[in-house]
Nanobody, 119 residues
Framework: QVQLVESGGGLVQDGGSLRLSCAASRSILSINTMGWYRQVPGKQREKVATMTSGGSTNYADSMKDRVTISRDLFKNTVNLQMNSLKPEDTAVYYC?????????????WGQGTQVTVSS
């Protein structure tokens, strides 16, 4: 199994920046894909950015010019740097780990961290 713990959310003004971090309980190289998703009440959870174990990244069109996903292999963390934040970015941000085979196959989620962007 994989436990994920997010940190770094909070309140920021329009145009500000935040850096989210997700700590995994196992080597992130053993995880096929890690990523960040977000959800607002009444809407489906949506992808923000993902990174494969090989280092390939993918970004949602709505945020690709404003976010960067990165990782620290020593700390087993995946980070999301968010810049030029807008009020519509307000959401709960979740870390995800997807393992596509083996005994730990499955999708794992963190508890979420609230990001609030004030206008």
């Amino acid at each position: 199994q994989v436990q994920l713990v997010e940190s770094g959310g909070g309140l920021v003004q329009d145009g500000g920046s935040l850096r989210l971090s997700c700590a995994a309980s196992r080597s992130i190289l053993s995880i096929n894909t890690m990523g960040w998703y977000r959800q607002v009440p009444g809407k489906q959870r949506e992808k923000v950015a993902t990174m494969t174990s090989g280092g390939s990244t993918n970004y949602a069109d709505s945020m690709k010019d404003r976010v960067t996903i990165s990782r620290d292999l020593f700390k087993n963390t995946v980070n999301l740097q968010m810049n030029s934040l807008k009020p519509e970015d307000t959401a709960v941000y979740y870390c995800n780990a997807a393992i596509s085979s083996g005994p730990y196959y499955g999708d794992y989620w963190g508890q979420g961290t609230q990001v609030t962007v004030s206008s």
